[in-house]
């Protein structure tokens, strides 16, 4: 079995799931293009290599990848959720104009930013907006 197909099974039997084609296909999909899709562009891209998968399904499998900590959700704004495989502590920015969305790494500790006393920090949401490369190349 490949290594990623043997992460992906364990994760998802340590929280309950089993890995099917469906759920294969999805993760895929994912890890592919790293563009954070939404469901229905994953749908769509999944649909390519597997006609029969329904938009049901790709929901589920989404749910089952976040639960089992193969992919995140990723909220800009009150747009549609989007999906990222990258599981390490990293931020976004997000181009304004043509809505791409890149991922930037980010330290573990903030420079500058001070906690509350004794507050524990699990996860920092951290989102860029502005304009990419190629949208200020169009702008000049």
């Known amino acids: 079995m490949h290594t990623d197909e043997q992460h992906l099974t364990e994760q998802l039997g340590a929280t309950g799931f089993r890995l099917t084609p469906q759920r294969q296909q999805v993760y895929d999909v994912l890890r592919h293009k790293r563009d954070h899709p939404t469901a229905e562009e994953v749908f769509i891209r ?5 006609p029969e998968i329904s938009m049901a399904t790709v929901y589920n499998c989404l749910d089952a990848l976040v639960k089992c900590g193969m992919a995140r959700q990723v909220t800009v704004d009150r747009g549609a959720t989007r999906y990222c495989p990258n599981m390490h502590e ?7 104009a043509c809505g791409t969305i890149f ?3 980010i330290p573990h500790e903030l420079a500058g930013l001070t906690l509350p006393t004794g507050f524990l920090a699990r996860h920092f949401d951290v989102a860029v907006h502005g304009l990419c490369a190629a949208c200020v190349a169009k702008k000049k």
């Not at 999944?46 to 597997?50: G, L, N, S, V, Y």
């Open 46 to 50: 999944a649909k390519h290599a597997m």
């Open 90 to 96: 990293h931020g976004h920015c997000h181009c304004d």
């Open 103 to 105: 991922d930037v790494d």
